[in-house]
């Protein structure tokens, strides 16, 4: 049988987020965590599998001083993840279990705590995520956005945490097991794009979408054949190749070429 078609009907079964485009480099979108809920802008990324934000607990990150923090205290819906680590009790305050993400560029370490995660107009219960207590070097401080909501598998998840479109499903907030994104590349326009959970906005897609299998879960993984520049092919992935989808990279990147190309 072909793929079923995904589309955002009259029902209002789907959810969507309102992006914002910086330089077309960033796009990110608001959420919040708690109740009642604080707001934070993170960038919806494919290429990792973790939520996190600043932690009112990061007091020696430049870049917690310029973005919002998450108070636990503040929310009747936190709650703490784990048992006490020592290097937290040293600084005088109960955290749950460590944690650390290296980026391709930028790394955060923390700990982990549950709370209400609301999206759009749909609430997360219980959703694991992680509270940065550092965040070294500029990565972030001169990001425009706070955090970032992985929409990876949960097999690359730091301490194996349900990525938060993991508990839409379980939870029963979105019917269908898709999400899908437009990215505005004018970078002048008001919005900046669109994050759609539990289906696809016929605005911004009209046609046949192509399936392409996932082959190995983790990241949004993929078969690739070969890679053409200006329409001719360069010969590069005469072996094979595999690539994946990131919604957090705003380049196409892939490893140094140690041959020449096929007549380039």
């Known amino acids: ?55 009112s607990k990061c007091y020696f990150s430049i870049a917690c001083l310029l973005h919002p923090k998450y108070k636990s205290s503040r929310s009747s819906t936190y709650e703490k993840n784990g048992f006490c680590e020592v290097i937290a009790k040293l600084l005088v305050f109960d955290a749950g279990k460590s944690a650390a993400i290296h980026y391709g560029t930028g790394a955060i370490a923390g700990f982990f705590s549950n709370d209400a995660v609301t999206v759009g107009d749909l609430v997360v219960k219980d959703q694991e995520f992680i509270e940065a207590t550092k965040e070294p070097g500029l990565t972030f401080v001169v990001a425009k956005f706070d955090g970032i909501l992985g929409l990876g598998f949960q097999e690359i998840s730091v ?75 360069t010969g590069y992935c005469e072996s094979g190749c595999s690539a994946i989808a990131d919604s957090g990279t705003s380049l196409l990147a892939g490893p140094t070429v140690s041959k020449n190309l096929k007549g380039f």
């Open 1 to 55: 049988n072909p793929p079923r078609a995904y589309n955002l009907g009259d029902s209002g079964d789907a959810d969507i987020v309102t992006l914002k485009n910086y330089l077309d480099a960033q796009y990110y979108g608001e959420i919040a965590i708690g109740t009642p809920p604080q707001k934070f802008t993170v960038v919806f990324d494919t290429g990792s599998s973790n939520l996190w934000v600043p932690s």
């Open 159 to 233: 301490g194996n945490a349900a990525p938060v479109w993991y508990n839409m499903l379980k939870q029963g907030l979105i019917k269908e097991p898709v999400f899908s994104f437009w990215l505005n590349r004018n970078a002048d326009d008001e919005e900046g794009g669109e994050l759609v959970f539990g289906g696809v906005d016929p605005k911004h897609f009209k046609g046949q979408h192509i399936y392409v299998p996932v082959t190995q879960k983790g990241y949004w993984q993929f078969d690739m054949g070969d890679v053409l520049i200006g329409g001719a092919p």
